[in-house]
């Protein structure tokens, strides 16, 4: 009687979310039949040429998907030069596994902002097309996958939490969700050659490729020197192309003279003075202010164009944008007032009612800094001003090279330094990459500033080839560890002799053995490793040769850490487990926050608090060592703010199953914020502005209509109110098929009771 409560209950709340969505819920359509857009339906092509602005293809897009490897279902790895339209291929290469193959895909993106960007732009094609997308960042998504077999499902996720999802399917015998994945999709797969991150990336996709699920793993890279390589670790055809969708016009600035840069017919480099810089507009103060004229740089593509300037320290970006705001002229100050004052109230939004006084008044001016002195969400609310010319200049790290994607008219580099280093040819590119906009402007350019004494350490940097990619797992010896222990928890490995074979796929040991044919490091290395994992406990007694991990390894597995975090954390369990404090969820908090966050931090801001605690919290404070003798160094505010979300985000993970309906207001955040905020890109600020708007519910936003949407909330362009309507709709969509999935499962198990004991009648 119970299950027949519960499954009508199911099937109740099913009914109301397909009634918010659409009024009368339609079942899953037949596709057209028009499928002349590379297999895919013509509703395809209209709906890129609707949400991304793309009428057609240009001509290396077109030779890349037909090609004989891509029809084939062969891997494929692809180069261009940044802004050369890659991802555009693999979208059509997803699109075609999800709705013609009708498998799951994953998509592995380098940073959080991407995988937000990306998700966003693709809920509209998920909606429309009737595949599910799911975010994989930070705290979002479920782990292992919610069960969805009715539809495919595109996994978008950071390179961590991939490899969490590619553990989950590989326990599974190659399925997600409930339903098999055909392919894994890398952006920069040049990240392969960087420490930590590319050595997990390299494991990820030796797992995959050792499974032999059938996979197909399409890589996007930049141009580099040894892609034959890659290739060969991938068992992957290779397509390169330079091609650049504007022309670029590369240019050095030492002094006062500006060099441009020309490439000869056979390659090599040829620089020829180009003009001066005039600084006769500049007042004897702004010349003092300004001495290397990027102010002036700046000045001379606005108002109309918009501009990147690249800088070599945080630190800088904040006092460049000082010296760029001071140099533009008032009358950049008196346009887009409405638009400014709105990024302005959006801002403070976010920021808990205050704002960076150096923002709040070059904001003014159409000039912003991005780094990680700022909040995630105040550097979401810049990009999106920036791409809507309301600011008209930013000041950033490389980071924003790699991590965002705002194409300007012009780039300014404003030292060959990151940090104390010089940079890498691969750094430089992705940043002059950055000048011109395909359909917008037919050019761009960039101008690198540089002193006299580096001029020949320039030279060297413009004329070298691309750079090549070794691997960095030899050094890695905590990834090794986590790749032999989950090859043994999903079932892929289960002795040493495994685990050799498995490591010879590596990126790593081709490498090595293409000096060595006679090579033993792969054995040589998981001898050692295991020798190391057995002193950590992470094996139960063998029983001919037959590994089995204890489960504190497992635990670590399931949990995604390495084993050494994973010792430490059950250790510290233990020790609370005596003294857990749950008078407040401190305790709980401090439990929860990962290990890997680990920060500096800054007097001013932690006096303040500390000064604040109440009896209870003082405790505990005293309890876990933290006390006035901490607070001796430093750290932004916005580091502070980006920890308070990542402790948000794995929290309610953690503690949802000891603590009923735990949610984001342990730290004074109102629980009713909770779905608006699991929209992508919506943060704190936001959500806030979405409840006092009145859409307080997912429901709500996904009724809304854009215009009115745009209306009610500061600083929200057309385009982002339509992929959050989107994401709405898709969530409660996917919401009710997960319930109609439930329904026809307990409905199941109910059918299969009453005939047992029907039988049991019989048999009585």
Not at 268 to 289: H, P, Q, V, W
Not at 652 to 681: A, C, H, R, T, W
Request: one cysteine or more.
């Amino acid at each position: 009687m119970k299950s027949t409560n519960l499954t009508s209950n199911v099937i109740k709340q099913k009914r109301q979310l397909e009634t918010t969505f659409y009024g009368n819920f339609s079942k899953r359509s037949n596709m057209d039949n028009d499928n002349d857009f590379f297999g895919l339906p013509s509703k395809v092509k209209h709906m890129f040429k609707k949400h991304k602005k793309i009428t057609q293809l240009y001509d290396w897009q077109i030779e890349c998907l037909n090609l004989e490897a891509v029809k084939n279902r062969t891997n494929l790895i692809y180069a261009l030069p940044t802004s050369g339209g890659k991802t555009l291929v693999a979208e059509i290469l997803m699109l075609k596994e999800l709705l013609i193959s009708e498998r799951n895909v994953l998509f592995i993106l380098p940073y959080v902002a991407l995988v937000q960007e990306k998700v966003q732009s693709l809920c509209p094609f998920g909606l429309n097309l009737e595949f599910n997308v799911e975010e994989y960042v930070g705290g979002k998504g479920k782990h292992p996958p919610i069960q969805r077999k009715r539809k495919s499902t595109l996994y978008v996720c950071t390179l961590e939490r991939g490899a969490g999802l590619v553990d989950c399917m590989l326990a599974d015998n190659g399925q997600l969700g409930g339903r098999s994945v055909g392919m894994i999709v890398v952006d920069e797969l040049h990240l392969l050659g960087e420490q930590k991150r590319g050595a997990l990336l390299e494991t990820t996709l030796t797992k995959v490729l050792y499974s032999n699920y059938n996979i197909q793993i399409i890589g996007m890279s930049a141009t580099i020197g040894n892609m034959n390589e890659i290739g060969n670790f991938l068992n992957a055809y290779v397509y390169t192309k330079d091609f650049r969708p504007v022309q670029l016009k590369e240019s050095v600035k030492i002094n006062q003279d500006i060099f441009v840069i020309n490439k000869d017919v056979d390659g090599s480099m040829k620089i020829k003075l180009d003009r001066k810089l005039n600084f006769d507009i500049y007042t004897s103060d702004m010349k003092r202010l300004d001495p290397s004229g990027i102010g002036l740089l700046v000045r001379e593509i606005l108002p109309n164009g918009s501009c990147l300037v690249f800088c070599p320290t945080k630190s800088s970006c904040q006092s460049i944008a000082k010296i760029i705001y001071k140099s533009i002229g008032k009358e950049e100050a008196c346009v887009q007032l409405k638009e400014k004052e709105e990024l302005y109230k959006a801002l403070k939004e976010e920021g808990d009612g205050k704002v960076c006084p150096l923002l709040t008044r070059s904001i003014l001016f159409g000039v912003a800094y991005h780094n990680s002195g700022l909040t995630n969400a105040e550097r979401k609310l810049l990009e999106e001003a920036f791409l809507g010319g309301i600011i008209k200049c930013i000041c950033c790290t490389s980071t924003l090279a790699a991590g965002v994607n705002l194409p300007a008219q012009r780039v300014i580099i404003t030292s060959p330094f990151v940090g104390r280093d010089f940079m890498k040819q691969s750094t430089y590119r992705q940043m002059v990459g950055r000048a011109g906009r395909a359909g917008l402007t037919e050019s761009g350019d960039s101008v690198l500033l540089c002193q006299e004494n580096d001029k020949e350490k320039i030279k060297i940097l413009l004329e070298n080839g691309v750079e090549h990619i070794d691997s960095c797992l030899g050094t890695e010896e905590n990834i090794v560890y986590s790749m032999i222990l989950s090859s043994i928890s999903t079932g892929c490995t289960s002795s040493q002799e495994q685990l050799v074979n498995l490591m010879k796929c590596t990126l790593f040991i081709k490498q090595a053995e293409k000096y060595n044919d006679e090579c033993t490091v792969a054995s040589d290395l998981i001898e050692s490793c295991l020798d190391k994992l057995r002193s950590l406990n992470a094996f139960n007694k063998p029983v001919e040769r037959t590994l089995k991990l204890t489960p504190i390894a497992n635990a670590a597995v399931a949990a995604n850490l390495d084993i050494l975090e994973a010792q430490k954390l059950y250790t510290e369990l233990i020790e609370a487990s005596s003294a857990l404090l749950l008078i407040n969820k401190l305790h709980l908090l401090y439990l929860a926050v990962p290990y890997t966050e680990c920060i500096t931090l800054e007097r001013q801001y932690v006096l303040e608090i500390m000064t604040n605690l109440k009896g209870d919290q003082q405790a505990l404070a005293n309890r876990l060592g933290i006390n006035e003798l901490c607070i001796s160094q430093f750290i932004s505010y916005g580091k502070i703010k980006a920890l308070q979300d990542k402790k948000l985000d794995h929290f309610p993970m953690l503690f949802q199953n000891i603590i009923p309906k735990l949610n984001i207001g342990v730290l004074g955040y109102s629980s009713d914020l909770e779905s608006l905020m699991s929209l992508p890109s919506v943060r704190f600020g936001r959500a806030t502005q979405l409840y006092k708007a009145g859409y307080k519910t997912l429901n709500d936003v996904a009724k809304a209509n854009k215009k009115k949407l745009c209306n009610d909330i500061s600083h929200l362009s057309i385009k982002v109110a339509r992929e959050m309507i989107a994401s709405a709709k898709l969530m409660l969509l996917s919401k009710a098929e997960a319930l109609e999935e439930l329904a026809e499962s307990l409905r199941a198990d109910l059918n299969q009771s009453i005939s047992k004991d029907k039988e049991n009648i019989l048999w009585f």
